[in-house]
């Protein structure tokens, strides 16, 4: 018989991040995280999460918008209809509602997980993988003074990381890499994530940057500016790496097109959901760029799609995909996400669906508010 969601759940919980996070536009401490179950006419099961923050600081999406369009437009276009292909949600989606990415994303990648546990299949296998694990970086958040960041990295590198990403921002930039690769030395992938903060005015400022021989630049300039970015990556030595710009696959067709960046960073809950992350997927494939699986503070049934996603053949710089007990003193899902001491996280792909077992007692107490939808 064919997919059909026949009751939608959404609700939001508070998740305290074991250290608050601070990115060039603003910090959290707590991850307000809103959290939908879907439930199929067979009486399959699965759960997804949103990836928008409480801000609209790094996307103009938010908790409250999501809760507004999946409550008001989106839910009920995916209830009670037959969805022979996991396409077919992010298909109805789009047709009907523009932008609300996130939102749609978050009704999206659940749909792709059942179609999972009804094949008795692993999430992975039903996008592609070809990977049983995937190297970890991670992402450190802006640090107070260029000692303190030097303390993280190396504690970083000495946890096993593959890869370390350092928050910037203008004047926490030159001095506080400086003293991060002098840190790690000169074999450790190092890179830069600026979330925006920057414009074209500042590309001398940032070629200063290059001999610290970056892997990459991520997301300098405004999400709106790939033409610009094309002209600063002219004018670098260092990869540019877009996040932030890329919301869709037509946005990476531009960006390749332009010459925006040399890498991309995906991420399912930005780009509308799996589907249009396989698509950007391929289009890098196609061009050469590789791509890497990106974060947003998930909690552990976020982070699951982010690893069978980033399980297929072009991710091939390691993810921003650090285990459960970095960003929570607990997780929500059992087992928990860990990290190998060489800096891996397995892709759960002899479990079917998402491989993880939400803690539904635990994201019980921690929920605000639930909404219930039926056909
Ligand atoms: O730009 O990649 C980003 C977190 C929140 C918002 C934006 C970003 C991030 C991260 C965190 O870098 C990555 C992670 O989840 O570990
Ligand atoms: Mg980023």
């Known amino acids: ?10 609700r939001e919980i508070a998740l305290p991040l074991r250290e608050p996070f601070r990115i060039s536009s603003g910090v959290v401490s707590e991850r307000r995280i809103l959290l939908v179950h879907l439930r199929d006419a067979d009486g399959h099961e699965a759960w997804g999460e949103c ?16 809760r507004h369009a999946i409550r008001t437009w989106l839910a009920s276009l995916l209830l009670d209809v037959p969805l022979d292909t996991p396409a077919a949600a992010a298909a109805r989606l789009d047709r009907h509602v523009r932008g609300h990415r996130m939102a749609k994303a978050a009704l999206e990648m659940p749909v792709w997980a059942l179609h999972a546990v009804r094949g008795g299949q692993s999430l ?10 995937i190297e970890v970086g991670i992402s450190l958040g802006i640090q107070a003074d260029p000692a303190a960041l030097a303390a993280k990295v190396t504690a970083a590198r000495s946890t096993g990381y593959r890869r370390i990403k350092l928050k910037i921002a203008p004047g926490a930039d030159l001095e506080f890499v400086r003293v991060a690769r002098e840190a790690v030395g000169p ?13 074209l005015r500042d590309a001398a400022h940032l070629a200063r940057l290059d001999p610290f021989r970056l892997v990459m630049i991520e997301q300098p300039l405004e999400p709106e500016d790939l ?7 002219r004018q670098l030595a260092t990869p540019l790496c877009l996040d932030e710009s890329i919301t869709s696959a037509a946005r990476a067709d531009d960006a390749i097109a332009l010459g925006s960046g040399r890498i991309v960073n995906i991420k ?23 791509v890497w699986c990106g974060g947003m503070l998930e909690s552990g049934i976020g982070r699951s799609y982010n690893v069978a996603l980033a399980s297929l053949p072009n991710f091939r710089l390691p993810g921003d995909l650090s285990p459960s007990a970095r960003y929570w003193e607990r997780d929500i899902v059992q087992p928990e996400w860990t990290m190998s001491a060489d800096g891996m996280v397995t892709v759960p792909i002899d479990r079917p669906g998402i491989g993880v077992t939400a803690d539904v007692d635990r994201i019980d107490n921690l929920t605000r508010w639930r909404e219930e939808f039926l056909p």
Not at 51 to 66: F, I, L, M
């Open 268 to 290: 399912p809950g930005r780009v509308g959901g799996l589907g249009s992350a396989l698509a950007v997927h391929d289009r890098c494939a196609a061009a050469g760029l590789p």
């Open 187 to 199: 074999d450790m992938a190092l890179s830069v994530d600026a979330n925006a903060a920057y414009d």
């Open 51 to 66: 990836v928008a923050g409480e801000a609209p600081n790094y996307s103009p999406e938010t908790v409250d918008t999501c």
């Open 124 to 133: 992975a296998q039903v996008l592609g993988g070809v990977r049983a694990a």
């Open 227 to 233: 033409r610009r970015h094309a002209e600063l990556q």
């Open 1 to 10: 018989m064919t997919l059909s969601v026949a009751r939608i759940e959404m």
